[in-house]
């Protein structure tokens, strides 16, 4: 079974400050992992994905987020906070290919991000 | 530009009625999703289908049904909406993991 949460239902920063959004994760077999974004009244947009390649992953508009299997971790970050980064954020697993679920994707309760200007 | 299109993306019906909210994908995608998302809450999987003729109920129970005659087409129906069914219904296609998603059909059920 696969799981993940969020650890911060809202997160406020302010324009040019760094951005951390917290993603914890389980999962049965080697996960991929993805950050999704829905700004109000549109479509989820995917940011970034890791599926075991390269740990350290760089998505669009400048974030990034870092797979640690130690921590079971996938949190997103940014240097700089830009008032279009406001929106709801969802970190979201996969199990692999050989997992039961192959193709399902578990979505965590979403981070709504706050920019002050 | 949306590879995924979702009809209607708003709709005001009264109780008892039975809808259809559409999805069709251009991208030739096997795997298809239906998830619900209410307000301020996290998405929930409601249908899947791997492919033509298959259909899997997802994580959260729902009254729902979906068929999938066609690769590009995965239509989500209720027999007699209600109340309760009211929430915003997202489609997706999936490649290599990765989720496409429609822009969403909001339901009002009076």
């Known amino acids: 079974a696969q799981s993940v949460t969020q650890l911060d239902s809202h997160v406020s920063v302010s324009e040019g400050t760094p951005v951390l959004l917290r993603c914890n994760y389980s999962?049965?077999?080697?996960?991929?992992l993805f950050w999704y974004v829905q700004h109000p009244n549109k479509g989820l947009q995917l940011l970034l994905k890791?599926?075991?390649?390269?740990?350290l992953v760089k998505g669009i508009n400048g974030f990034e987020a870092e797979f640690k299997k130690s921590e079971t971790s996938f949190h997103l970050t940014k240097p700089s906070a830009h008032m279009s980064d406001a929106a709801e954020y969802f970190c979201v697993v996969s199990e692999g290919a050989g997992g039961t679920s192959y193709g399902k994707l578990t979505f965590g309760q979403g981070t709504i991000l706050t920019v002050h200007p | 530009e949306a590879d995924i299109y979702q009809t209607p993306r708003y709709l005001v019906i009264g109780t008892g009625k039975k809808i259809t909210l559409e999805c069709s994908q251009t991208?030739?995608?096997?795997?298809m999703y239906w998830y619900q998302q209410d307000p301020g809450m996290e998405l929930h999987l409601i249908h899947y289908s791997y492919g033509v003729n298959s259909t899997e109920k997802g994580d959260l129970s729902s009254e729902s049904t979906v068929s999938r005659i066609r690769t590009e087409h995965f239509p989500l129906t209720l027999e007699s909406a209600r109340p309760s069914h009211t929430s915003q219904y997202l489609c997706?296609?999936?490649?290599?993991?990765?989720?496409?998603f429609g822009a969403g059909s909001r339901l009002t059920v009076l």
């Open positions: 999962s049965s077999y080697s996960p991929s």
């Open positions: 997706a296609s999936t490649h290599h993991n990765v989720l496409t």
């Open positions: 991208m030739g995608h096997d795997k």
């Open positions: 890791y599926t075991s390649a390269a740990t």
